[in-house]
Nanobody, 115 residues
């Protein structure tokens, strides 16, 4: 069964940090691009960062210098280290694995940045 599961969300104060994890089934993880996306209330889901199987990364402008995406291929897991968090980073964060013919999405994890 194909699974993509996010974890690590929560409530954090402005300026704080969180690390999100995305664990995926090996059958879809290996060799594929994995991305983090986010959706704030009333807004469309948008790209945060992606990483290829070889480790090449791409970031949305609004997270450059604050977020870092990485992957551990041995664990079929991708991470999103989020530093210097701002209230506008509040959203549900989703992980997606780009398969041959479709994206495989997780259920999302809530990140709330508030004092």
């Amino acid at each position: 069964q194909v699974q993509v599961v996010e974890s690590g969300g929560g409530l954090v104060q402005p300026g704080g940090s969180l690390r999100l994890s995305c664990a995926a089934s090996g059958s879809i993880f290996s060799g594929n691009v994995v991305g983090w996306y986010r959706q704030a209330p009333g807004k469309q889901r948008g790209l945060v960062a992606t990483i290829t199987s070889g480790g090449s990364t791409n970031y949305a402008d609004f997270v450059k210098g604050r977020f870092t995406i990485s992957r551990d291929n041995a664990k079929n897991t991708v991470y999103l280290q989020m530093n210097s968090l701002k209230p506008e980073d509040t959203a549900v964060y989703y992980c997606a694995v780009r398969g041959m013919s479709r994206y495989y999405w997780g259920q999302g994890t809530q990140v709330t940045v508030s004092s």
